[in-house]
């Protein structure tokens, strides 16, 4: 299973950026998609999911300004990530579960995001 992620970078804080995440049809047709994050010194946490019947669910402390979408016909998850904040810096990883993978966890490389004046 691959998951190709990319996307990431440096921004000042009020800024955006979207995270992409690739995967085969296969795994995408079945399996909820997700992002997670890892800041340093810190474990990695859940900041948003996506189902195959397109319903999400978002970390607190990003609701309102990330939002999460999945495009079918590209086998692809993005991150849309608005409002920026220091404290959205970490390694953003990408992540899939479910029937396709029996319910397995399967990683992507992680990108960096950085937001810092």
């Known amino acids: 299973v691959q998951l190709q992620a990319s996307g990431g970078g440096s921004v000042q804080p009020g800024g955006s950026l979207t995270l992409s995440c690739t995967t085969s049809?296969?795994?995408?047709?079945?399996?909820?998609m997700a992002w997670y994050r890892q800041a340093p010194g810190s474990t990695r946490e859940l900041v948003a999911m996506i189902t195959t019947g397109y319903n999400s669910d978002y970390a607190d402390a990003v609701k309102g300004r990330f939002t999460i979408s999945r495009d079918s016909a590209k086998s692809t998850v993005y991150l849309r990530m608005n409002n920026l904040r220091p404290e959205d810096t970490a390694v953003y990883y990408c992540n899939t579960r479910g029937v396709a993978t029996n319910y397995r966890d399967f990683w992507g490389q992680g990108t960096q995001v950085t937001v810092s004046s």
């Open positions: 049809s296969r795994i995408f047709s079945g399996n909820t």
